[in-house]
């Protein structure tokens, strides 16, 4: 065959093509373990962070897995608000559960205040333990809803009575920089530490308002002050915090909680 024929142009290009998808494909499965771990490494680093149990937003792996080592994690069913055990912790990927149809269910239009349309039917909650008692200090929920751009994710921890907000931190979301984005500065999320999360007769009663929260307000010791030119992204916040905390999201386990007396 002439080394310039066309049969040989194609040969060559299809050769180099199998090669390549080859690789490629290669690389792609041989590097989805550590893509795995790498993911679950990441929602480890947010979660300490939103309870302050590191301030390193580049904290190594050990630090975060050393650190964690203090949390426990269950699974809860969001309807009766009880500890499951039928579901691995470990392999329980709830994200994906919150799409299908099968683990998740359709919030009726009325109650979809986070604007979120279903969500899943077990949650995964995280209890952070003192580290020389081994006492739980700390509740830690994954909340999420929709904000202008985009849907926003977070931790929220709470006192182990259920009473205080001890923490909040997004770790994803599209909001614009310097107007909504301002959800994950750090000045701003620390106004949240110490507001109480429910009224007298525990509905929840946190509150973004709009401009500057008085301390002259007979409500100061719910609201939390807005992001300047992002009223929307602070409704946003308001709204799914309130459906999280209330009767269809983390309600009915926070209300065993109380009743118990604890976790
Ligand atoms: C380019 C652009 C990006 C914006 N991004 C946001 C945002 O991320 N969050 C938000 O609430 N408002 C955002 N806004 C402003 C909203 O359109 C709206 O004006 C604002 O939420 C009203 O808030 P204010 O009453 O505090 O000014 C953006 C506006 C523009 C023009």
Not at 12 to 20: G, K, R, S, Y
Not at 132 to 151: D, M, R
Not at 190 to 217: C, H, M, R, T, Y
Request: proline letters at 4%.
């Amino acid at each position: 065959m002439s080394k310039d024929s066309t049969t040989r142009t194609f040969i060559v290009a299809a050769v180099l093509c199998i090669v390549c998808s080859i690789l490629v494909s290669g690389s792609a499965v041989s590097l989805k373990p550590r893509q795995l771990e790498n993911q679950k490494l990441d929602v480890k680093k947010n979660l300490l962070l939103a309870c302050n149990l590191i301030k390193n937003k580049n904290a190594s792996k050990e630090e975060i897995e050393d650190a964690f080592k203090d949390i426990d994690t269950k699974i809860i069913d969001l309807e009766t608000g009880l500890i499951t055990t039928s579901i691995d912790v470990e392999s329980y990927n709830q994200s994906k559960a919150s799409k299908n149809p099968e683990t998740s269910i359709v919030i009726p239009a009325k109650k979809d205040l986070a604007g979120i349309k279903r969500r899943e039917k077990f949650s995964k909650v995280f209890f952070v333990k003192g580290p020389s008692t081994g006492a739980i200090k700390l509740i830690v929920l994954p909340i999420y809803g929709k904000g202008l751009w985009s849907t926003l994710y977070a931790f929220m921890a709470i006192s182990a009575d259920t009473k205080l907000v001890k923490g909040l931190g997004f770790y994803q979301h599209g909001e614009t920089p310097g107007l909504g984005g301002e959800i994950e500065n750090p000045k701003w999320t620390a106004l949240w530490n110490d507001k109480v999360i429910f009224d007298e007769n525990f509905q929840p009663a946190l509150k973004v308002v709009k401009g500057q929260a008085l301390a002259s307000s007979s409500n100061i010791q719910h609201e939390i002050d807005g992001l300047s030119g992002a009223t929307i992204t602070s409704n946003g916040v308001t709204a799914l915090v309130k459906y999280w905390l209330g009767d269809h999201g983390f309600g009915p386990y926070l209300a065993n909680l109380r009743n118990e007396g604890g976790p």
